[in-house]
Structures are given as structure tokens and as C-alpha cells.
T-cell receptor
Framework: AQSVTQLGSHVSVSEGALVLLRCNYSSSVPPYLFWYVQYPNQGLQLLLKYTTGATLVKGINGFEAEFKKSETSFHLTKPSAHMSDAAEYFCAVSGLGGGFKTIFGAGTRLFVKA | EAQVTQNPRYLITVTGKKLTVTCSQNMNHEYMSWYRQDPGLGLRQIYYSMNVEVTDKGDVPEGYKVSRKEKRNFPLILESPSPNQTSLYFC?????????????FGSGTRLTVV
């Protein structure tokens, strides 16, 4: 079955440190890839997306992600964490098997320590 | 402002009492979808609609109904709610089946069934 795996349900970093949230998907065909962020008591907000073209994608709030086909990965990074980055992050994949279905990972909660 | 509006935000109900969660979008999107979010499971799709009068089951449709009589509205109906339907529900819309552009999400409805 097609799946999206986010490594680590919780990640803790210090303010100013590198943020790395990992996402791997199972597909032999490059899909469409997304990262969403969810702040407390809010809906999900699109952070960035990869469809075609450049494999390094820049999003809002200084985040970026790189699509690596050989590793079937789409890890999310930010060079310097800010307290306001504390939230839950979801990786999502669509277009698997040529369809429109979107599959979400289980989520990674990011904690930022002062 | 482009948005997806869900109501109510919070709902506590008793087992077996029919309820409807409303969802409306003002972006003229063709594709709408309902998800439930449970800890450790990410988002799971309940039902989706490709356009007016076109709906189909997602991964966890049991116990739910939907209708799409107008393009902007996509209500979620629980005919006989049970405690295992206690969850956080999100409505989302997209102009391209979610595959290319990503979703716009509502703020969520937290449902408790006692």
C-alpha cells in the first residue's frame, strides 16, 4: 500500500538551531509533495509544495524542502528555528497511481526551546 | 478573503443523535474533502467530492454521509454518532483535485460523542 512516513512524532530543537523534519513516501513514480503546518486550534496551512521542476522548494516562514527521487524523500528544513515555529507539521503526497488522492503522514510535533 | 468555513467549531453530542457539520468555500473550487484527525494517525479521508452531485468514499467512510448539491457547500452528516467518531474534523477544498495545488483547510470541528 502507498504510504507516507514521517520519522519522529516529536522533534525538539533550540531556538536558532537547524530544523530537520523527515518525510519518506512509497512510490515508484514521482508524485506531488506537500508540507503543511498546523498551529494549535487551527486548520492546516500549506507551507510548500513540489510538483515539477526544481527539486529544492522554498516555502513560507523560511522553510524549504528538497525532493530526492532516489531516496523517495522530501525532508523539510529551516536553518534557524524560531519560537513561533512550534507547531505540528504534516507531509502529504498526492498523484500516487495517477489519481487525485492525497495521503498524509502521521505528523511531527516541533518543540522549540528558548 | 479566500477561505473554507466550518461550523460548529466545537460540538458535544450524545450517542445516536443525528448531527450535521457544515462546510462552505468561497473560491469556486471543484474538489472538496472531509478528513478526520486522530493522534498518531494523521489525517484520514472520509469522503470527497469532485464536483456537484459527484461524491465518493475515502478511507474511513463508515458512519458518515455527505452531499454536494451546490458547488460551495459540502456538509458532513453523522446519522447515528458513536463514541468512536469523537475526533477533530477538517473540511478542505482544492481547484485541481488536491493533486497539483494543495488544499485550503477549514479551522476544524472538534466533535465529542458521549
Amino acid at each position: 500500500a502507498q504510504s507516507v512516513t514521517q520519522l519522529g512524532s516529536h522533534v525538539s530543537v533550540s531556538e536558532g538551531a537547524l530544523v530537520l523534519l523527515r518525510c519518506n513516501y512509497s512510490s515508484s513514480v514521482p508524485p506531488y509533495l506537500f508540507w503543511y503546518v498546523q498551529y494549535p486550534n487551527q486548520g492546516l496551512q500549506l507551507l510548500l509544495k513540489y510538483t515539477t521542476g526544481a527539486t529544492l522548494v522554498k516555502g513560507i516562514n523560511g522553510f524549504e524542502a528538497e525532493f530526492k527521487k532516489s531516496e523517495t524523500s522530501f525532508h523539510l528544513t529551516k536553518p534557524s528555528a524560531h519560537m513561533s515555529d512550534a507547531a505540528e507539521y504534516f507531509c502529504a503526497v498526492s498523484g500516487l497511481g495517477g489519481g487525485f488522492k492525497t495521503i498524509f503522514g502521521a505528523g511531527t510535533r516541533l518543540f522549540v526551546k528558548a | 478573503e479566500a477561505q473554507v468555513t466550518q461550523n460548529p467549531r466545537y460540538l458535544i453530542t450524545v450517542t445516536g443523535k443525528k448531527l450535521t457539520v457544515t462546510c462552505s468555500q468561497n473560491m469556486n473550487h471543484e474538489y472538496m474533502s472531509w478528513y478526520r484527525q486522530d493522534p498518531g494517525l494523521g489525517l484520514r479521508q472520509i469522503y470527497y467530492s469532485m464536483n456537484v452531485e459527484v461524491t465518493d468514499k475515502g478511507d474511513v467512510p463508515e458512519g458518515y454521509k455527505v452531499s454536494r448539491k451546490e458547488k460551495r457547500n459540502f456538509p458532513l452528516i453523522l446519522e447515528s454518532p458513536s463514541p468512536n467518531q469523537t475526533s477533530l474534523y477538517f473540511c478542505a477544498s482544492s481547484s485541481a483535485g488536491g493533486a497539483n495545488y494543495g488544499y485550503t483547510f477549514g479551522s476544524g470541528t472538534r466533535l465529542t460523542v458521549v
